[in-house]
């Protein structure tokens, strides 16, 4: 059965640089993963791409062909890509049932929050077999005023109730948000979503004509309920595994690791039958079983708090390790020097006939 993320978000707000660092991780930890890049005026794509919709349709060419501006060009190839949707079935179907894909999306906010054309996609894969969960990206730097992380929750909300799969809001670029100020609360206030009656002061304070409404769509966001956030530096591993493992759960993913990977003995099967047919209790218990490790308070000291004082011991770290590894590079080369003198005064000996 395949799996799927659909990675959609606000412009600028780090979708393709997400895709990018999940493709290297996932790379690195062995894990299948196709990326699909349906934003058809993305032509500087940083990752590799299974699939490009240029090869179908492109902003430019819609724009040019209809007189259209980018806006009302981009939902033109939505509604083309929907009209046309055999022609992306047919290359997912290439790579195979077992593939990991994840969909980067344009960013146009209406396509994910009126516009059907997506919805109607997304419905489509999943009758094919797809499971997919949203993986919403917002700029962190919204909690920083009150207003705009009023509307980013509005946002979220509503693209949440548009698109109708297992959702994950999450709030990019973390390690920048030092940058933009001091925060009025806790981290954990805006990602958990908490009594948003105590932004009343500070919203009257900027727009007092509006008071009224801004309590009206406070409480809206309240009577849902629906809308927390996970934290992302997408540069940093244990951030990346940690949203990693949040997506896994809402999808129900389990990684069966490969047959040679390192691993308790006989947790995985060795068996030749293919991944998606082999039992693996320890890939079930520490992945979308296993309780999650972490919490938002840590993301506060490691970026907030004391992020000077986290990124000199990670120097420090990585200069130490560094030199750990070039000292053992040493070694090795001095070890298979000596192996290999041993060896040439072997071969050169000539033994004296008696």
Same mark, same amino acid.
């Given at each position: 059965?395949?799996?799927?993320?659909?990675?959609?978000?606000?412009?600028?707000?780090?979708?393709?640089?997400?895709?990018?660092?999940?493709?290297? !991780?996932?790379?690195?930890?062995?894990?299948?993963?196709?990326?699909?890049?349906?934003?058809? #005026?993305?032509?500087?794509?940083?990752?590799?791409?299974?699939?490009?919709?240029?090869?179908?349709?492109?902003?430019?060419?819609?724009?040019?062909?209809?007189?259209?501006?980018?806006?009302?060009?981009?939902?033109?190839?939505? +509604? *083309?890509?929907?009209? %046309?949707?055999?022609? /992306?079935?047919?290359?997912?179907?290439? !790579?195979?049932?077992? #593939?990991?894909?994840?969909?980067?999306?344009?960013?146009?906010?209406?396509?994910?929050? %009126?516009?059907?054309?997506?919805?109607?996609?997304?419905?489509?894969?999943?009758?094919?077999?797809?499971?997919?969960? #949203?993986?919403?990206?917002?700029?962190?730097?919204?909690?920083?005023?009150?207003?705009?992380?009023?509307?980013?929750?509005?946002?979220?909300?509503?693209?949440? !109730?548009?698109?109708?799969?297992?959702?994950?809001?999450?709030?990019?670029?973390?390690?920048?948000?030092?940058?933009?100020?001091?925060?009025?609360?806790?981290?954990?206030?805006?990602?958990?979503?908490?009594?948003?009656?105590?932004?009343?002061?500070?919203?009257?304070?900027?727009?007092?004509?509006?008071?009224?409404?801004?309590?009206?769509?406070?409480?809206?966001?309240?009577?849902?309920?629906?809308?927390?956030?996970?934290?992302?530096?997408?540069?940093?591993?244990?951030?990346?595994?940690?949203?990693?493992?949040?997506?896994?759960?809402?999808?129900?993913?389990?990684?069966?690791?490969?047959?040679?990977?390192?691993?308790?003995?006989?947790?995985?099967?060795?068996?030749?039958?293919?991944?998606?047919?082999?039992?693996? /209790? *320890?890939?079930?218990?520490?992945?979308?079983?296993?309780?999650?490790?972490?919490?938002?308070?840590?993301?506060? +000291?490691?970026?907030?708090?004391?992020?000077?004082? *986290?990124?000199?011991?990670?120097?420090? +770290?990585?200069?130490?390790?560094?030199?750990?590894?070039?000292?053992?590079?040493?070694?090795?080369?001095?070890?298979?020097?000596?192996?290999?003198?041993?060896?040439?005064?072997?071969?050169?000996?000539?033994? +004296?006939?008696?």
């Amino acid at each position: 059965m395949p799996f799927g993320e659909i990675v959609c978000g606000a412009p600028g707000s780090g979708k393709s640089t997400y895709c990018y660092g999940k493709h290297q !991780l996932f790379t690195a930890l062995q894990r299948p993963i196709s990326i699909v890049n349906l934003d058809p #005026a993305n032509d500087n794509i940083p990752y590799p791409c299974s699939i490009d919709i240029a090869s179908l349709i492109t902003l430019q060419d819609v724009m040019d062909a209809h007189g259209l501006g980018p806006n009302g060009g981009m939902l033109y190839c939505m +509604e *083309y890509l929907e009209a %046309n949707l055999d022609w /992306l079935e047919g290359r997912l179907t290439e !790579l195979g049932p077992d #593939a990991y894909v994840l969909f980067d999306i344009p960013g146009q906010v209406e396509l994910g929050t %009126n516009h059907e054309s997506l919805k109607r996609i997304i419905q489509r894969l999943s009758k094919i077999g797809f499971r997919l969960a #949203a993986v919403h990206m917002c700029d962190a730097h919204y909690v920083t005023d009150p207003s705009k992380y009023v509307s980013v929750l509005l946002l979220s909300l509503r693209t949440m !109730l548009q698109l109708e799969l297992p959702h994950i809001n999450v709030l990019s670029k973390i390690d920048l948000i030092s940058q933009y100020g001091d925060l009025d609360f806790n981290l954990d206030f805006y990602t958990e979503v908490q009594d948003l009656s105590h932004l009343e002061n500070a919203l009257n304070t900027t727009s007092p004509r509006f008071t009224a409404l801004n309590m009206a769509l406070i409480s809206v966001i309240e009577d849902y309920g629906l809308v927390g956030f996970e934290t992302l530096a997408v540069e940093d591993k244990n951030s990346m595994m940690h949203l990693s493992r949040a997506i896994d759960r809402a999808t129900g993913y389990i990684f069966v690791p490969p047959k040679d990977a390192p691993a308790p003995k006989g947790s995985i099967d060795s068996s030749s039958a293919p991944a998606s047919a082999r039992p693996n /209790l *320890y890939s079930l218990f520490t992945t979308a079983a296993g309780p999650m490790e972490g919490n938002v308070r840590d993301v506060q +000291e490691r970026w907030i708090d004391a992020k000077t004082e *986290y990124d000199a011991f990670e120097k420090r +770290e990585w200069r130490r390790e560094g030199e750990l590894l070039r000292d053992q590079a040493a070694r090795d080369t001095a070890t298979a020097n000596e192996r290999n003198g041993e060896g040439n005064v072997k071969a050169g000996a000539i033994r +004296e006939r008696k």
